[in-house]
Protein backbone atom coordinates (compact mmCIF):
# COMPACT_ATOMS: atom_id res chain seq x y z
CA UNK A 1 0.00 0.00 0.00
CA UNK A 2 1.56 3.33 -1.05
CA UNK A 3 0.21 6.13 0.98
CA UNK A 4 0.97 10.11 1.31
CA UNK A 5 -0.06 12.33 4.10
CA UNK A 6 0.78 16.69 4.10
CA UNK A 7 0.51 18.68 7.93
CA UNK A 8 -1.10 21.75 6.01
CA UNK A 9 -0.37 25.26 7.28
CA UNK A 10 -1.10 28.75 6.03
CA UNK A 11 2.29 30.49 7.44
CA UNK A 12 4.33 27.96 8.32
CA UNK A 13 6.09 25.04 6.02
CA UNK A 14 4.34 21.79 4.83
CA UNK A 15 5.06 18.85 6.39
CA UNK A 16 4.89 15.84 3.36
CA UNK A 17 5.69 12.31 3.68
CA UNK A 18 5.38 9.47 1.04
CA UNK A 19 4.95 6.13 3.24
CA UNK A 20 4.75 2.54 1.59
CA UNK A 21 3.30 -0.21 4.51
CA UNK A 22 4.40 -3.88 3.18
CA UNK A 23 2.24 -6.98 3.43
CA UNK A 24 4.60 -7.66 6.44
CA UNK A 25 3.77 -4.72 8.00
CA UNK A 26 6.64 -3.01 7.99
CA UNK A 27 5.85 1.13 6.96
CA UNK A 28 8.48 2.50 5.65
CA UNK A 29 8.76 6.40 5.05
CA UNK A 30 10.69 6.38 1.39
CA UNK A 31 10.00 10.38 0.81
CA UNK A 32 9.55 13.92 2.39
CA UNK A 33 8.91 17.15 1.26
CA UNK A 34 9.02 20.89 3.77
CA UNK A 35 7.62 23.47 1.11
CA UNK A 36 7.29 26.92 2.14
CA UNK A 37 3.87 28.18 1.26
CA UNK A 38 4.91 31.74 1.93
CA UNK A 39 7.15 31.11 -1.19
CA UNK A 40 5.14 28.91 -3.45
CA UNK A 41 1.72 29.27 -4.61
CA UNK A 42 -0.72 25.80 -4.04
CA UNK A 43 -0.14 24.71 -7.75
CA UNK A 44 3.86 24.88 -7.57
CA UNK A 45 3.14 22.56 -4.14
CA UNK A 46 1.09 20.08 -6.09
CA UNK A 47 3.07 19.80 -9.01
CA UNK A 48 5.89 18.83 -7.26
CA UNK A 49 4.04 16.06 -5.37
CA UNK A 50 2.96 14.99 -8.65
CA UNK A 51 6.36 14.61 -10.12
CA UNK A 52 7.98 13.46 -7.11
CA UNK A 53 5.32 10.73 -6.93
CA UNK A 54 5.77 9.38 -10.22
CA UNK A 55 3.34 6.64 -11.72
CA UNK A 56 3.01 5.01 -8.17
CA UNK A 57 -0.60 4.88 -7.51
CA UNK A 58 -1.37 6.65 -4.11
CA UNK A 59 -4.29 4.67 -2.48
CA UNK A 60 -4.22 6.84 0.54
CA UNK A 61 -3.66 10.44 0.50
CA UNK A 62 -4.43 12.27 3.71
CA UNK A 63 -4.34 16.36 4.59
CA UNK A 64 -4.60 18.13 7.64
CA UNK A 65 -8.48 19.10 8.01
CA UNK A 66 -7.55 23.09 8.07
CA UNK A 67 -6.91 22.55 4.37
CA UNK A 68 -10.60 22.34 4.24
CA UNK A 69 -11.14 25.96 4.78
CA UNK A 70 -11.93 28.12 1.74
CA UNK A 71 -9.83 30.67 1.12
CA UNK A 72 -10.69 33.88 0.90
CA UNK A 73 -8.97 35.13 -2.20
CA UNK A 74 -8.84 31.28 -4.30
CA UNK A 75 -12.67 30.52 -3.95
CA UNK A 76 -11.70 27.47 -3.31
CA UNK A 77 -9.94 25.46 -0.48
CA UNK A 78 -6.53 23.67 -0.62
CA UNK A 79 -8.38 20.61 -0.07
CA UNK A 80 -10.58 21.36 -3.06
CA UNK A 81 -7.66 22.79 -4.98
CA UNK A 82 -5.38 19.64 -4.67
CA UNK A 83 -8.49 17.09 -6.02
CA UNK A 84 -8.61 19.60 -8.77
CA UNK A 85 -5.37 20.13 -10.08
CA UNK A 86 -4.53 16.23 -8.96
CA UNK A 87 -7.48 15.22 -11.25
CA UNK A 88 -6.47 17.96 -14.44
CA UNK A 89 -3.13 16.39 -14.32
CA UNK A 90 -3.78 12.80 -14.35
CA UNK A 91 -6.28 13.34 -17.75
CA UNK A 92 -3.35 15.26 -19.15
CA UNK A 93 -1.50 12.44 -18.77
CA UNK A 94 0.71 13.43 -15.63
CA UNK A 95 0.65 11.75 -12.13
CA UNK A 96 -1.75 9.25 -11.51
CA UNK A 97 -4.02 11.03 -10.03
CA UNK A 98 -5.68 10.68 -6.08
CA UNK A 99 -8.24 11.70 -4.47
CA UNK A 100 -7.11 13.70 -1.08
CA UNK A 101 -9.09 13.71 1.85
CA UNK A 102 -9.09 14.74 5.76
CA UNK A 103 -7.57 12.71 8.14
CA UNK A 104 -8.72 12.30 11.88
CA UNK A 105 -7.86 14.45 14.59
CA UNK A 106 -9.53 12.42 17.34
CA UNK A 107 -7.54 10.17 19.74
CA UNK A 108 -4.33 8.68 20.55
CA UNK A 109 -4.57 5.84 18.47
CA UNK A 110 -1.73 7.03 15.65
CA UNK A 111 0.24 8.06 18.46
CA UNK A 112 0.75 4.99 20.26
CA UNK A 113 0.70 3.29 16.94
CA UNK A 114 3.96 5.44 16.35
CA UNK A 115 5.71 4.85 19.72
CA UNK A 116 4.66 0.83 19.66
CA UNK A 117 7.00 0.61 15.93
CA UNK A 118 9.79 2.59 16.62
CA UNK A 119 10.26 0.33 19.38
CA UNK A 120 9.05 -2.93 17.68
CA UNK A 121 11.91 -1.42 15.14
CA UNK A 122 14.80 -1.47 17.94
CA UNK A 123 13.74 -4.43 18.67
CA UNK A 124 14.33 -6.18 14.83
CA UNK A 125 17.21 -4.58 14.17
CA UNK A 126 16.84 -3.82 10.67
CA UNK A 127 14.27 -3.93 7.62
CA UNK A 128 12.84 -7.16 7.32
CA UNK A 129 13.98 -8.87 10.06
CA UNK A 130 9.99 -8.71 11.90
CA UNK A 131 8.65 -12.10 11.97
CA UNK A 132 7.97 -12.91 15.26
CA UNK A 133 6.26 -16.26 15.38
CA UNK A 134 4.23 -18.79 13.63
CA UNK A 135 0.01 -18.73 15.02
CA UNK A 136 -0.01 -22.37 16.65
CA UNK A 137 -3.00 -22.65 15.62
CA UNK A 138 -3.50 -21.30 11.78
CA UNK A 139 0.38 -21.65 11.57
CA UNK A 140 0.24 -18.36 9.90
CA UNK A 141 3.02 -15.94 9.91
CA UNK A 142 3.04 -13.22 13.00
CA UNK A 143 4.24 -10.26 12.11
CA UNK A 144 5.94 -7.45 14.58
CA UNK A 145 4.63 -4.30 13.03
CA UNK A 146 7.19 -1.86 12.94
CA UNK A 147 8.52 2.11 11.07
CA UNK A 148 11.55 2.64 9.22
CA UNK A 149 12.59 6.04 7.70
CA UNK A 150 14.53 6.12 4.93
CA UNK A 151 18.32 8.12 5.19
CA UNK A 152 17.51 10.75 3.21
CA UNK A 153 14.57 11.88 4.76
CA UNK A 154 16.44 13.88 7.07
CA UNK A 155 13.23 15.98 7.97
CA UNK A 156 11.55 12.97 9.22
CA UNK A 157 14.29 11.63 11.15
CA UNK A 158 15.22 14.51 13.40
CA UNK A 159 11.57 15.23 13.86
CA UNK A 160 10.84 11.67 14.88
CA UNK A 161 13.57 11.48 17.75
CA UNK A 162 12.57 14.98 18.91
CA UNK A 163 9.35 14.14 19.01
CA UNK A 164 8.74 13.29 22.88
CA UNK A 165 6.14 13.67 25.48
CA UNK A 166 6.47 17.22 27.44
CA UNK A 167 8.60 16.44 30.46
CA UNK A 168 7.38 17.62 33.98
CA UNK A 169 10.28 18.69 36.68
CA UNK A 170 8.36 18.32 39.11
CA UNK A 171 5.04 15.47 38.99
CA UNK A 172 3.43 17.23 41.71
CA UNK A 173 3.37 20.90 40.26
CA UNK A 174 1.78 21.72 36.92
CA UNK A 175 4.29 24.03 35.40
CA UNK A 176 2.83 24.48 31.99
CA UNK A 177 -0.64 25.14 30.68
CA UNK A 178 0.04 22.64 28.15
CA UNK A 179 -1.76 19.23 28.59
CA UNK A 180 0.27 16.08 29.94
CA UNK A 181 1.35 14.13 27.07
CA UNK A 182 1.34 16.50 24.31
CA UNK A 183 4.26 16.39 21.81
CA UNK A 184 6.07 19.59 21.16
CA UNK A 185 4.63 21.75 18.49
CA UNK A 186 7.66 22.89 16.78
CA UNK A 187 8.60 18.73 15.99
CA UNK A 188 5.19 17.48 15.49
CA UNK A 189 4.60 18.23 11.61
CA UNK A 190 5.94 14.96 10.26
CA UNK A 191 4.80 12.81 12.80
CA UNK A 192 1.56 14.38 12.81
CA UNK A 193 1.81 12.87 9.26
CA UNK A 194 2.34 9.29 10.33
CA UNK A 195 -0.87 9.82 13.25
CA UNK A 196 -3.14 10.67 10.50
CA UNK A 197 -2.57 7.74 8.53
CA UNK A 198 -2.43 5.14 11.42
CA UNK A 199 -5.83 6.50 12.60
CA UNK A 200 -6.67 5.84 8.94
CA UNK A 201 -8.72 2.51 8.94
CA UNK A 202 -7.77 1.99 4.88
CA UNK A 203 -4.09 1.78 6.49
CA UNK A 204 -3.68 -1.94 7.14
CA UNK A 205 -1.90 -4.56 6.02
CA UNK A 206 -4.38 -7.36 5.79
CA UNK A 207 -6.50 -5.83 2.98
CA UNK A 208 -3.64 -5.15 0.90
CA UNK A 209 -2.05 -8.48 1.69
CA UNK A 210 -1.48 -9.49 -1.68
CA UNK A 211 -0.30 -6.19 -3.92
CA UNK A 212 3.10 -5.58 -4.63
CA UNK A 213 5.09 -3.38 -3.58
CA UNK A 214 6.89 -1.41 -6.66
CA UNK A 215 9.96 0.29 -6.16
CA UNK A 216 9.49 4.09 -5.65
CA UNK A 217 10.29 6.82 -9.07
CA UNK A 218 12.85 8.87 -9.56
CA UNK A 219 12.65 12.03 -7.29
CA UNK A 220 13.21 15.98 -8.30
CA UNK A 221 13.64 18.67 -5.87
CA UNK A 222 12.31 22.40 -5.80
CA UNK A 223 15.34 23.50 -7.80
CA UNK A 224 17.60 25.87 -5.71
CA UNK A 225 20.18 26.43 -3.37
CA UNK A 226 18.83 24.77 -0.50
CA UNK A 227 18.91 21.18 -2.39
CA UNK A 228 21.69 21.66 -5.00
CA UNK A 229 19.54 19.79 -7.29
CA UNK A 230 20.02 16.60 -5.50
CA UNK A 231 17.75 13.51 -6.03
CA UNK A 232 16.95 11.09 -3.05
CA UNK A 233 17.79 7.57 -3.58
CA UNK A 234 16.82 4.63 -0.85
CA UNK A 235 19.45 3.78 1.34
CA UNK A 236 21.66 0.78 0.30
CA UNK A 237 20.73 -1.28 3.41
CA UNK A 238 16.90 -1.43 1.95
CA UNK A 239 18.18 -1.26 -1.54
CA UNK A 240 19.79 -4.66 -0.56
CA UNK A 241 17.29 -6.08 1.85
CA UNK A 242 14.37 -5.09 -0.46
CA UNK A 243 16.17 -7.49 -3.78
CA UNK A 244 16.29 -10.44 -0.90
CA UNK A 245 12.83 -9.79 0.52
CA UNK A 246 11.38 -9.78 -3.59
Known amino acids: LHARAIDYHTLIKWAIIWVVLSPE ?3 FVINELNPDPRKYVTMQIADEIIDMSGDTHYYLNLIDPLASERQPNAGESTLDAFNRIFREQRNQGRGSGGIWQSWDTKSDIGR ?4 KRLANSLLCGRPFNNLEKLDPDTQDKIYLPTLWVFNECINVRHSLKSWR ?3 WADRNKLITNDEKG ?6 SH ?15 TSRY ?11 RYFTGARNHGKRQTASPLFQRNYRNHR
Open 25 to 27: NEV
Open 112 to 115: DEIK
Open 165 to 167: EQQ
Open 182 to 187: KPEGKN
Open 190 to 204: FPMCLDGLFKHPAFI
Open 209 to 219: SNQLITPRQPI
